[in-house]
């Protein structure tokens, strides 16, 4: 019984310490190097982020694309091609936060 408990007090800190910065950093960086990727609807734009939570630079990015290439107007939307997974412990905290930019986009597979 002391070892069940002492095995579920430390996933219960692993999890805590993946949520909470600077180790949420790390978890991050480590995990999820090339899992935030965004495109448009025909996939001509394509961008990962490295695990740096740099919307504003994809968005400047997507917004350069179409002033440099003449898209069609359902090109114009960027899409995540990440989805929340409930396993992925360690991302628990900005599927929480309502300020992470990422999840505000539109899913598209």
């Known amino acids: 019984m002391k070892k069940r408990s002492i095995f579920s ?13 600077p180790t949420s ?6 995990l999820d190097e090339k899992h935030y990727r965004y495109k448009n609807n025909s996939g001509l734009f394509d961008v990962t982020d490295r ?6 630079g994809v968005k400047n990015s997507f917004q350069e ?6 898209v069609q107007s359902e090109d114009t939307i960027l899409y995540r091609t990440f989805w929340k997974n409930p396993l992925a412990f360690w991302r628990w905290n900005s599927y929480i936060n309502s300020e992470d930019k990422r999840y505000k986009l539109p899913y598209k597979q």
């Open 25 to 30: 950093y790390m978890f991050d960086y480590a």
């Open 9 to 21: 007090s430390i996933i219960a800190l692993v999890i805590i310490l993946s949520n909470i910065p």
């Open 51 to 56: 695990s740096e939570n740099n919307m504003e």
């Open 65 to 70: 694309f179409i002033k440099t290439n003449k």
